[in-house]
């Protein structure tokens, strides 16, 4: 039996919910009334995917877990049985801004919605914990759920048979597992405990196998069959991604990239204008969001950009409020055809009066709860921190399922930078950065990846659908799929180890700068020594060195103030990139400090990397209070570490598996060295103080030890740039 229209628009007295009894809407909503209810309040001709087997799942009083991607309509399967239910569909959703969206736009196609936060007037909120005039969609916050006052209204909800369903939006933020974790969803579990036959609806567009498995458990939901499970292909088939590599010389200057990018796609537009297949459309009409890290970048790309005639306007937490709510309303109303207002040039200084905008430059808090169907493009200047992150903002692209672009800008000091920010993190538990990493690993992955196309490495990472290339990706829709070959010949140039890409000293510089290697077998390290003696400056050829190799002698050590500032102690050669570097082999080697009568021979760069050592020093970065004994203590503690972790005689374990059969023991051994020592300067370089210093090496130690993801990714990059300087 279904309602009629009108009752859907109407406030329904308190009494008649008092009298009715727990809402088995199965048997009071039957198909016309869920489709009379599409069709006449929210406008729209049919239901997608599995919107409707939801809508009916959840009338029939099952609790659902609901995975549809970015765009897919996950609103309106929780919406409409609110219309159409009885009793109060309770919404719990992480952000006030994002409810705010939402039961705007359920006001204004007449819906009753409501939320309570602290915008609202004592009196209403009095109202709503005494349970009078309650919407049929009720939105409030994981907070407000957990405290006293609230659950009270609920039980009271209850016991007058008023609680229809609770629906958790965003419920990979309960899962320590999601990349969002609040901690608060977590005691949503309180709402099964209380209300056992309360049916639940969580929903996502992110949530990995774990992750989905950490919903059901967290919520305390029921296990399938009981629990109906709806998992949409994650597949975005209208989006194209693509990944385009920041290069460290400057010849990819991203800015001028995306420049191009859109000025390519104006003058696409005039020329297809110029036919004459459309009237009143700006060329310049193509809306899009491009994402930066920081608030000043995003700052610095919108100047340029409006200074190219592309009208961008930034949006982040530093502006005000005023400002920021004028560049959504302007962006959100823009569109192709809009006005170019005479006010224009004047708005540049009065914010508030801005009238079109078509480009957002945003920090990541942008976006969510957007619903702007026309984004033609999402551009990442910086990497997300997180492939479902990435996944959800590049979602924003495209959700009126015209094709649409998705591109990400990626360099390995963008995933550094990154990596720290994430290592610096103390607030989160040590679960939730192991997470994270975990997360950054796989977005990391994305980037690098030059082999699967796009849709399919995405599919595989949440839906696993088993899908192929060309059911996903048919018309060639990513990079990968487009040309891999010149996919792959751009990340190689762009991502080369330092000896190729410039970045420290190519082989032949090696070479140049004198390694050494004394008859005997031993080696000694490249350097030239600076004297200042007498006021005097001379470069002469120095040792470091001496005695021959071996594991069992690598702790000698006897440089005590190499660094210390003395020209007398100098030693180094020049970076690929023109700086001077000071390196002194220190485990290994005996500083012998002068001429020896010993005879040498030149190494080849090949051989030198097999042995280069370890503790760089560097002339310009100093660290208060450190000895060369607590950087000797570090490089060791930090090779114990990787020795026990991938010991070099396990065939077996992870680290050897790819270079099975290339390295043999002892290039393993020297392979280890070679990553303690680079971490080791890493740390060494991050720092100012001691303590510093110390507190970060002590962290990689247990990152080694719990070879948590970022030990992978450095690990992978260091045993690549050994293996190129092995001339492997
Ligand atoms: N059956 C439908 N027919 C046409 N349009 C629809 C339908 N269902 C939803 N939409 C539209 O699709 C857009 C996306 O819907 P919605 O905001 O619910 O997506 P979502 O899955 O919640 O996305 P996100 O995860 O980004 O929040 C909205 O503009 C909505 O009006």
Redesign the pocket.
């Known amino acids: 039996m279904s309602r009629p229209i009108s009752s859907y628009f109407a406030k329904r007295p308190t009494l008649a919910f008092a009298s009715c009894p727990q809402p088995k809407a199965a048997a009071c909503n039957s198909k016309p009334g869920i489709r009379e209810a599409?069709q006449k309040v929210?406008g729209?001709?049919?239901?997608?995917g599995m919107?409707e087997d939801v809508i009916n799942a959840t009338l029939a009083g099952k609790d659902c877990l609901v995975l549809?991607?970015?765009?897919?309509?996950?609103?309106?399967t929780y919406q409409l049985p609110a219309v159409v239910d009885d009793g109060v569909t309770l919404v719990v959703s992480p952000l006030l801004a994002l409810i705010q969206n939402q039961v705007d736009a359920l006001n204004k196609i007449g819906v009753n919605a409501a939320t309570l936060n602290s915008v609202l007037k004592a009196k209403e909120r009095k109202e709503i914990l005494l349970v009078r005039n309650l919407p049929s969609n009720y939105y409030t916050t994981p907070e407000l759920m957990a405290t006293e006052a609230f659950r009270s209204t609920l039980i009271k909800l209850h016991t007058r048979f008023m609680l229809a369903r609770l629906v958790v939006d965003e419920a990979h933020c309960i899962s320590e597992w999601g990349h969002d974790f609040r901690s608060d969803y977590r005691k949503l579990r309180w709402f099964k405990d209380n209300f056992p036959s309360t049916p639940i609806m969580a929903?996502t567009?992110t949530a990995t196998e774990s992750v989905r498995a950490d919903i059901i458990k967290q919520l305390h939901l029921p296990a399938p069959p009981e629990l109906a499970v709806f998992v949409s292909t994650f597949n975005r088939a209208n989006l194209h991604y693509e990944v385009r590599f920041k290069t460290p010389d400057t010849s990819n200057d991203p800015y001028q990239d995306v420049l191009h990018f859109l000025k390519t796609i104006y003058d696409n537009r005039k020329k297809r204008l110029a036919q004459g297949t459309t009237t009143g459309e700006r060329a310049e009409g193509v809306c899009g969001i491009i994402y930066c890290a920081t608030r000043s970048s995003c700052d610095d790309v919108s100047e340029k950009l409006r200074a190219d005639g592309v009208r961008a306007r930034s949006y982040h937490a530093g502006l005000k409020d005023t400002e920021r709510r004028a560049v959504l309303t302007a962006w959100s109303g823009t569109d192709a055809f809009s006005t170019v207002m005479p006010s224009d040039k004047a708005s540049e200084n009065v914010t508030p009066q801005i009238d079109v905008v078509d480009v957002v430059v945003a920090t990541i808090s942008f976006g969510m709860?957007i619903?702007k169907?026309d984004v033609r493009f999402v551009i990442h200047w910086d990497l997300s921190k997180s492939l479902e992150a990435y996944y959800?903002e590049s979602?924003?692209a495209g959700?009126d399922g015209k094709a649409s672009r998705c591109v990400l800008y990626y360099s390995h000091q963008d995933r550094d930078r990154q990596i720290y920010l994430l290592q610096q993190d103390t607030s989160s538990t040590e679960n939730t950065r192991r997470n994270a990493f975990e997360s950054f690993s796989k977005m990391v992955e994305y980037c690098e990846n030059v082999k699967t196309c796009r849709h399919v490495f995405i599919d595989q990472y949440f839906g696993a659908s088993g899908l192929t290339t060309e059911v996903l990706c048919p018309s060639k829709r990513c990079d990968v799929c487009k040309d891999p070959k010149t996919l792959a010949k751009a990340k190689t140039k762009a991502l080369a180890p330092p000896a190729e890409a410039g970045g420290f000293m190519s082989a032949k510089q090696f070479e140049a700068g004198g390694n050494l290697r004394l008859k005997d077998g031993s080696w000694v390290a490249p350097v030239k020594q600076k004297r200042t003696i007498g006021g005097e400056s001379s470069l002469d050829f120095g040792i470091v060195g001496g005695e021959d190799y071996s594991r069992s002698k690598k702790s000698r050590y006897t440089v005590d103030n190499i660094g210390s500032g003395s020209d007398e102690e100098g030693f180094g050669f020049r970076t690929g990139a023109g700086r001077r570097i000071k390196d002194v082999t220190v485990s290994r080697f005996e500083l012998l400090g002068r001429q020896t009568n010993r005879e040498v021979t030149f190494v080849s760069a090949r051989e030198m990397a097999k042995t280069q050592h370890p503790l760089i020093i560097s002339d310009t970065h100093h660290v208060a209070d450190l000895s060369c004994d607590d950087r000797e203590r570090g490089y060791l503690q930090l090779l114990k570490a990787l020795g026990i972790s991938m010991r070099p005689d396990d065939d077996a374990s992870w680290a050897w598996g790819m270079l099975d059969g290339i390295l043999d023991e002892e290039q393993r051994g020297n392979l280890l060295e070679y990553v303690a020592a680079s971490i080791e300067n890493q740390c060494f370089l991050a720092s100012k103080i001691c303590n510093v210093y110390k507190n970060k090496w002590m962290q990689r130690v247990k990152e080694i030890r719990h070879e948590e993801p970022t030990v992978k990714i450095v690990w992978d990059d260091l045993k690549r740039e050994f293996l190129k300087l092995n001339g492997y």
């Open positions: 599409l929210f729209l001709d049919d239901f997608r919107q549809m991607p970015t765009g897919g309509g996950k609103s309106l929903l567009a709860g619903d169907k959800q979602g924003r959700r």
